[in-house]
């Protein structure tokens, strides 16, 4: 779990800033929702044999008795709030984001944490895949912004309707039955439980058994066939680039349908930036009427890194103006001439050399602040209501001015 310092706040508010205008641009609301939710909540909605459940959750009791955990993701709060709340009564069709941290126990290595953060969409009531498209051209949108589309590829995949999956599972696990000598301790526990899970197996040795496992696809109903070829064509005609990746499972039980994952080879091992899909039977089990959803979360300090590795600079905090008040009655004036600054050039940012200090360690501080403008006040100021105005970026500019005409120097120079 890790601080994030000032120095990297700016990469933080220029992702934020980012997504959040996107969103808007495409009609979708913000909401917010607990950190903690009931525990059961969790397993019913990403699975009981789930790693994110068995091994990842942080759960606890809390004085009550009542089984608690930190939410792991967001579409499973994010559901429970839309049922509670009968935003779908409302309105049938709504597009929502969240943003926020997430915990899951998992070993920490490089853009894996206990702690991240994902930001997160969801839109409610559209059967149809041209909502999975919008939110497949929206997630492009927002990482071509932050400046890191170019080393990222989207793969796709199609789970099939709830049914089409039940099937094809145990197809699969006829097959792997069939190879369960060749399977890893971790694929053998699986075969009982989440054999889908199987198919994105990294050993080497599962992966030779995979390869020969029966298509997906192929094992489709034609309603499910269907709704993949309108998402493709409808990609093919935005112009997004694509591949359809069989393997791609995901590792929530609560996807049918449309999968999908940005990923990058520049990362490592932890290369999904952002991933989603279709979750159509998800409300209507956690109690809600039946509706249909799909969504995407992306990680954020993994884009964020992304940033950093692209060279995009976030703009800096720097004050435009610094203040330094020599003697008591420059820094009582100080403080007046400040707020009534603030009241009238808003935009101004304006730092006060409190705690005094000769004219030398205040300039000084001023210098280490990046401020443009260095404002100052010492006793000839304050007897003759002047005030001075020093560029700390060019040489040898210094002029000394009225108090009564500081803001509107300052207003022609910023
Ligand atoms: P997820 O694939 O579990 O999906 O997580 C989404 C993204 O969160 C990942 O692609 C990754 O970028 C980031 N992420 C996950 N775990 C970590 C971690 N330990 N450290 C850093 N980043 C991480 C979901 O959470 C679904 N709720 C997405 C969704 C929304 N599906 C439909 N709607």
């Given at each position: 779990m890790h601080d994030i310092l000032p120095a990297d706040v700016g990469y933080w508010q220029m992702l934020e800033k980012t997504a959040e205008a996107v969103l808007s641009?495409?009609?979708?609301?913000?909401?917010?929702?607990?950190?903690?939710?009931?525990?059961?909540l969790f397993l019913r909605s990403i699975g009981e044999v789930t790693d994110v459940v068995?091994?990842?959750?942080?759960?606890?009791?809390?004085r009550n008795g009542d089984g608690l955990a930190l939410r792991p993701e967001g579409t499973a709060g994010c559901v429970r709030a839309v049922v509670e709340h009968g935003l779908l009564h409302e309105n049938p069709m709504r597009r929502l984001w969240y943003r926020g941290p997430m915990f899951r126990h998992e070993r920490p290595q490089k853009g894996r944490y206990r702690q991240f953060h994902q930001l997160g969409v969801e839109a409610y009531g559209v059967a149809g895949p041209d909502i999975d498209v919008e939110l497949i051209l929206l997630s492009r949108r927002?990482?071509?912004?932050?400046?890191?589309?170019?080393?990222?590829?989207?793969?796709?995949n199609t789970l099939g309707s709830v049914d089409a999956r039940l099937a094809y599972r145990q197809r699969l696990v006829d097959y792997l039955s069939q190879h369960v000598d060749q399977l890893d301790d971790d694929s053998r526990r699986?075969?009982?439980?989440n054999p889908l899970r199987i198919l994105?197996?990294?050993?080497?040795?599962?992966?030779?058994?995979v390869a020969g496992a029966p298509n997906m696809l192929e094992s489709m109903d034609e309603a499910s066939k269907a709704h993949f070829a309108g998402l493709c064509s409808m990609l093919d005609a935005s112009g997004v680039t694509y591949t359809v990746n069989p393997r791609l499972v995901r590792g929530l039980d609560y996807y049918s349908q449309t999968v999908f994952e940005w990923i990058t080879d520049s990362l490592g091992a932890q290369g999904t930036v952002c991933a989603g899909g279709r979750y159509d039977g998800l409300i209507e089990f956690l109690g809600g009427r039946a509706s249909q959803a799909v969504g995407f979360a992306m990680g954020i300090e993994r884009l964020i890194s992304m940033m950093q590795a692209a060279g995009?600079?976030?703009?800096?905090?720097?004050?435009?103006?610094?203040?330094?008040?020599?003697?008591?009655?420059?820094?009582?004036?100080?403080?007046l001439l400040s707020e009534r600054l603030r009241d009238q050039l808003p935009a101004f940012t304006l730092l006060n050399a409190a705690g005094g200090g000769s004219f030398k360690s205040q300039m000084k501080r001023a210098d280490r602040s990046g401020a443009r403008w260095a404002i100052l006040l010492g006793e000839d100021e304050v007897s003759q209501s002047t005030v001075a105005v020093k560029s700390l970026r060019a040489e040898g500019d210094q002029v000394v001015i009225p108090?009564?005409?500081?803001?509107?120097?300052?207003a022609a120079k910023n």
């Open positions: 641009s495409y009609g979708y609301s913000e909401i917010r929702f607990p950190i903690v939710e009931k525990t059961e068995e091994k990842e959750m942080y759960a606890f009791v809390d927002i990482l071509r912004q932050l400046g890191v589309a170019a080393d990222l590829r989207l793969e796709i699986r075969l009982q439980t994105d197996s990294k050993n080497e040795a599962v992966k030779a058994v995009r600079v976030p703009a800096t905090n720097a004050p435009d103006g610094f203040v330094v008040a020599v003697g008591e009655a420059a820094q009582r004036q100080a403080v108090q009564s005409e500081l803001i509107a120097h300052l």
